[in-house]
Nanobody, 124 residues
Framework: QVQLVESGGGLVQAGGSLRLSCAASGRTFSSYTMAWFRQVPGKEREFVARITGGGTSIYYADSVKGRFTASRDNAKNTVWLQMNDLKPEDTAVYYC?????????????????WGQGTQVTVSS
């Protein structure tokens, strides 16, 4: 089992940057595919990015491709989401999620473990 804690959210102007962190508990962090999702009130949770256990395969939603970068350090049990050129439509609660083993899915149901979320607000 793994517990996830996100941090790094906040208020930023359009065009700015934020770096989200997700710290995981447990000794087998490298065995988990990690993902980032986001959710706006009244809407379904939206896939943002996923990164495999070894960090060699990273996949992004079209809406963030070229602006967001996911990375991880298995020695630190941490995954990050670097968000550049932020837009007001990026405003959401961002969640870190984990799935044991390889995951090629962008579906919310594919991930078993979730953090509490961190708010990102982008002003215009």
């Amino acid at each position: 089992q793994v517990q996830l804690v996100e941090s790094g959210g906040g208020l930023v102007q359009a065009g700015g940057s934020l770096r989200l962190s997700c710290a995981a508990s447990g000794r087998t962090f490298s065995s988990y595919t990690m993902a980032w999702f986001r959710q706006v009130p009244g809407k379904e949770r939206e896939f943002v990015a996923r990164i495999t256990g070894g960090g060699t395969s990273i996949y992004y939603a079209d809406s963030v491709k070229g602006r967001f970068t996911a990375s991880r350090d298995n020695a630190k049990n941490t995954v990050w989401l670097q968000m550049n050129d932020l837009k007001p439509e990026d405003t959401a609660v961002y969640y870190c999620a984990a799935r044991l083993g390889f995951a090629s899915s962008s579906a919310e149901v594919a991930y078993n473990y979730w953090g509490q979320g961190t708010q990102v607000t982008v002003s215009s």
